[in-house]
């Protein structure tokens, strides 16, 4: 679409110089100099397609030195246009075209980013024709036009930007927002997971519980005890535990030991690939552990996302002494 509107653009600046071109060369009255009339379109029309063309495919901000023809040729045109007549023939339409061609040069330079130099052609022009035919002649036969349509190139640039700007913010409004929905949409699938999972768990229990009324065997206390745990470390577990982490925990449990899961942020902003490799390691260190007490929390750290820390049966104090692991799961993976 903006490829297609810049090629619109053009060719109606073409038209548009074509006229003027057309215009200068339809004489009332043979000037006297014709090839210095020659000479002003040539360098109008060149002039002009340059500003236009030159580097449009690639920016639409104008080359310095188109730029800088611009000015040139804001200049070089009225002096060849007017030389060219005899004085009473400066305010004919054919030799007043340079008015509204020039403006034209100028309205190139607003819109192709190089404000500056289109108001300093309008400048030039206007002193042009000042010094030629008077002001108040100049702005009846057509500075008051080509002033009007910079103002209106001007104002359309303005609008332009504060649209682009106001169509990039509205983009990243929208990503973020979808960004938000996809993190939305997994945790209501991981919250599901766990209600599920806590029902599975919890649910024969419970209805033993109910059927017994709370008269359990030593076997039946010992699996409702387990549940519980397991219960816990769902509600307190977070985005910590996957299925081999849990079977760990739970071999853990089994023989004896005490396991407390805390999960305070640490995989928060991280990727789903790197949230696996940290559940993967930590399933791998709690396999390998005989410690009697466990504890596994996952601070908000800027480097370590879980560190899991294993105390003997003995360790209930707080001597170092009984601390048999520490291991730090850093958030980010580090080559060996």
Request: hydrophobic share 50%; charged share 25%; proline share 3%.
């Amino acid at each position: 679409m903006r490829l297609t509107v810049r090629i619109v653009a053009t060719s109606l600046g073409l038209v548009f110089a074509a006229y003027f071109a057309a215009r200068a060369l339809l004489w009332t009255t043979p000037p006297s100099r014709p090839l210095l009339i020659v000479a002003a379109v040539v360098t109008y029309l060149a002039s002009f397609a340059t500003i236009a063309i030159v580097g449009a495919g690639r920016s639409l901000r104008m080359p310095r030195w188109a730029s800088a023809l611009a000015l040139a040729a804001a200049v070089a045109i009225p002096q060849l246009s007017n030389a060219a007549v005899a004085t009473d023939a400066l305010r004919a339409p054919d030799t007043t075209w340079y008015i509204g061609g020039v403006g034209l040069l100028g309205v190139v330079c607003i819109v192709r980013r190089r404000t500056v130099e289109g108001w300093l052609v309008l400048v030039i022009l206007s002193a042009s024709a000042t010094a030629w035919i008077g002001i108040l002649d100049a702005l009846a036969l057509g500075l008051v036009g080509s002033a009007v349509w910079m103002v209106i190139a001007q104002l359309l640039v303005s609008f332009w930007r504060r649209a682009v700007k106001d169509t990039d913010r509205l983009a990243q409004i929208q990503q973020a927002a979808s960004a938000w929905q996809a993190t939305q949409i997994v945790r209501q699938r991981e919250r599901r997971e766990r209600v599920q999972y806590a029902l599975a768990v919890a649910g024969p229990i419970l209805s033993r519980v109910i059927e017994t009324r709370g008269e359990l065997s030593e076997a039946e206390r010992h699996d409702a005890h387990l549940a519980e745990g397991r219960l816990r470390d769902e509600i307190r577990g977070g985005e910590l535990l996957n299925d081999r982490a849990r079977e760990a925990i739970e071999a853990a449990r089994a023989r004896g030991a005490t396991v407390t899961v805390f999960d305070d942020g640490g995989l928060a902003g991280l990727a789903a690939e790197e949230k696996a490799r940290i559940r993967e390691d930590l399933a791998d260190v709690l396999a390998e552990t005989t410690s009697a007490r466990l504890i596994i929390r996952a601070p908000k750290d800027e480097r370590i996302a879980v560190t899991v820390v294993g105390r003997s049966a003995a360790g209930e104090s707080s001597d170092e002494d009984s601390v048999e692991l520490w291991h730090e799961i850093p958030r980010e993976q580090t080559d060996a």
